[in-house]
C-alpha cells in the first residue's frame, strides 16, 4: 500500500508538472456564458462543485463526458493537461470536471475507486453514487443526452471511470481509462448491461504497468482488465485482441506510435479496446488529435 501511495503521487507530480509547463492553456472559469461563441461554463453541485462547460449554441441535448482527475490532481488541472475543449465544442459535447475528496493529512484529491486505488485513509466516501448523481444534477440545469453519457478518467481517475461502469452501467454507455485499471477480483463487478471499454496506456509507464502489480496491493494487467470487461459484455469464451490500426497521439515525434487493438468477437455496437502508446510514461504530453480520437471513439457508442 505505502507503495502504491508513492507511486501515486509521483504521478500526481508529473500531471503538475506538465501544467506549469503550460499542456494547454489555463480555460478562466465563469459562471455563465462570455458572449459571442465562447462556451457556458456551470458551476454544478454544492459539496463538490463540479465545472461544467456546455458548448455554444441552442439549448438541445447534447452527450456528456465526466472528465475524472489522477491521484493529488484536480478536475481543473486536468482541464488544462488533456485540453479537451475545443475538440468538445466541436462535437457538442458537454464536458464535466469535478474534484475528487481532500485527503486527510496532506490535502491530496483522490476517487474511492476500487480495493487498489486511491482510498488510503478508508474513508469510505462513495465516489460511485457521488459521480452517478452528478450526471443528474448536470441533466438539471442543461439538457443532456442519456443515451451519450460517458466517463474518461486518468490514472485513479481510470480506476474510478472502471467503477462506473461497474456500478451504473445503466447511465454510462462507454468509458476511456488513461492508465489505469479494473478490480483485481473480477468477482467485485457485475455491470446490469454491457459497457464498452477503451483503455489507454504507454508501456514505459512504472506508475500503472501494462502488466499490473504490486504484489502486495495487486491491480490486474491492462490484459486481465480487458479480458474482464470482454466477459463482462458478452464478448464470448474464445475472444481475442486483434490489431487494427496505428494511431499518432504524443506530441512529440511524427510517427505513428500507438497500435490499436479490439477485442473480437464482441455484440454488436460493443466494444472492448486497446490503443498501446510506444515509449509512453504515465503521463504523456498528448498531441492536438488525441482529445479528438477519444471523444470520437466514445461518440461511436450509445445506449
Known amino acids: 500500500m505505502r507503495r502504491s501511495r508513492l507511486l501515486l503521487a509521483v504521478a500526481a507530480s508529473v500531471v503538475a508538472v506538465g501544467v506549469v509547463l503550460g499542456f494547454g492553456p489555463v480555460h478562466p472559469f465563469a459562471s455563465a456564458a462570455t458572449g459571442g461563441s465562447a462556451p457556458r461554463v456551470l458551476s454544478v453541485g454544492t459539496v463538490r462543485p463540479a465545472q461544467v462547460v456546455v458548448p455554444a449554441g441552442p439549448a438541445k441535448a447534447r452527450p456528456l463526458v465526466l472528465v475524472l482527475h489522477g491521484y493529488g490532481s484536480s478536475g481543473a488541472a486536468i482541464d488544462r493537461y488533456l485540453r479537451l475543449r475545443a475538440a468538445a465544442a466541436a462535437r457538442g459535447v458537454v464536458l464535466a470536471f469535478p474534484d475528487g475528496t481532500l485527503e486527510n493529512g496532506n490535502g491530496n484529491r483522490f476517487w474511492n475507486a476500487t480495493n487498489n486505488c486511491c482510498d488510503f485513509y478508508n474513508s469510505g466516501v462513495d465516489d460511485s453514487a457521488y459521480l452517478a448523481s452528478l450526471v443528474?444534477?448536470?441533466?438539471?440545469?442543461?439538457?443532456?443526452?442519456?443515451?451519450?453519457?460517458?466517463?474518461?478518467?486518468?490514472?485513479?481517475?481510470?480506476?474510478?471511470?472502471?467503477r462506473l461502469a461497474c456500478d451504473h452501467a445503466d447511465t454510462f454507455a462507454a468509458v476511456a481509462v488513461l492508465a489505469g485499471a479494473t478490480f483485481a477480483d473480477k468477482a467485485r463487478c457485475a455491470p446490469s448491461k454491457p459497457v464498452s471499454v477503451l483503455s489507454i496506456n504507454g508501456t514505459a509507464d512504472y506508475?500503472?504497468?501494462?502488466?499490473?502489480?504490486?504484489?502486495?496491493?495487486?491491480?490486474?494487467?491492462?490484459?486481465?482488465?480487458?479480458?474482464?470487461?470482454?466477459?463482462?459484455?458478452?464478448?464470448?469464451?474464445?475472444?481475442?485482441?486483434?490489431?487494427?490500426?496505428?494511431?499518432?497521439?504524443?506530441?512529440?515525434?511524427?510517427?505513428?506510435?500507438?497500435?490499436?487493438?479490439?477485442?473480437?468477437?464482441?455484440?454488436?455496437?460493443?466494444n472492448v479496446d486497446f490503443w498501446r502508446m510506444a515509449g509512453a510514461p504515465h503521463?504523456?504530453?498528448?498531441?492536438?488529435?488525441?482529445g479528438s480520437d477519444v471523444l470520437a471513439w466514445l461518440l461511436r457508442h450509445h445506449r
Not at 140 to 149: K, L, N, S, Y
Not at 283 to 288: A, D, E, L
Open 207 to 270: 506508475i500503472v504497468n501494462i502488466a499490473g502489480g504490486p504484489e502486495f496491493d495487486p491491480y490486474p494487467s491492462t490484459a486481465t482488465s480487458l479480458r474482464y470487461w470482454a466477459s463482462y459484455d458478452g464478448c464470448g469464451p474464445n475472444v481475442t485482441l486483434r490489431r487494427t490500426g496505428t494511431l499518432h497521439l504524443l506530441a512529440t515525434g511524427t510517427k505513428r506510435e500507438t497500435t490499436t487493438f479490439s477485442s473480437r468477437p464482441c455484440p454488436a455496437g460493443v
Open 283 to 290: 503521463s504523456p504530453n498528448f498531441n492536438t488529435s488525441f
Open 136 to 162: 443528474d444534477a448536470i441533466a438539471q440545469q442543461t439538457p443532456i443526452d442519456r443515451a451519450r453519457v460517458y466517463a474518461f478518467g486518468h490514472s485513479n481517475g481510470g480506476f474510478m471511470a472502471y
